[in-house]
């Protein structure tokens, strides 16, 4: 099992920018792919980004292409994944999960596609 922890939720206004942090722990060498996931009062939870973590293959939610950037940083054993969010509308507001899968290296944009999540960390954008 893979423990993930986000951070670098806040709040901050229209046009500005977030860097979103989630630390994975436990069997991290098991993960093959990680992403961002977010959900909206009375919403369903959406797939923004994903990453393979071995080959690197990236996928955008319409919503977010060209303006947030999903990366990794394995070195020195960091397995961290952040979300470089830019340009963020009020649209952005929302609760941000990170999330892990070990089953296979198809990176889906579904919930039931990964197994390990974080708790959460608020984006509030305001005008």
């Known amino acids: 099992q893979v423990h993930v922890v986000e951070s670098g939720g806040g709040s901050v206004q229209v046009g500005g920018s977030l860097r979103l942090s989630c630390a994975a722990s436990?069997?991290?060498?098991?993960?093959?792919?990680m992403a961002w996931f977010r959900q909206r009062p009375g919403e369903e939870r959406e797939g923004v980004a994903t990453?393979?973590?071995?080959?690197?293959?990236?996928?955008?939610d319409a919503s977010v292409k060209g303006r947030f950037t999903i990366s990794q940083d394995n070195a020195n054993a960091k397995n961290t994944l952040y979300l470089q969010m830019n340009s963020l509308t009020a649209e952005d507001t929302a609760m941000y999960y990170c999330?892990?899968?070990?089953?296979?290296?198809?990176?889906?944009?579904?919930?039931?596609?990964?197994?390990?999540w974080g708790q959460g960390t608020q984006v509030t954008v305001s005008s």
């Open positions: 999330a892990a899968d070990s089953r296979t290296f198809w990176c889906g944009r579904w919930p039931n596609d990964y197994n390990d």
């Open positions: 990453i393979n973590i071995r080959g690197g293959s990236l996928y955008y």
């Open positions: 436990g069997f991290t060498n098991t993960v093959r792919c």
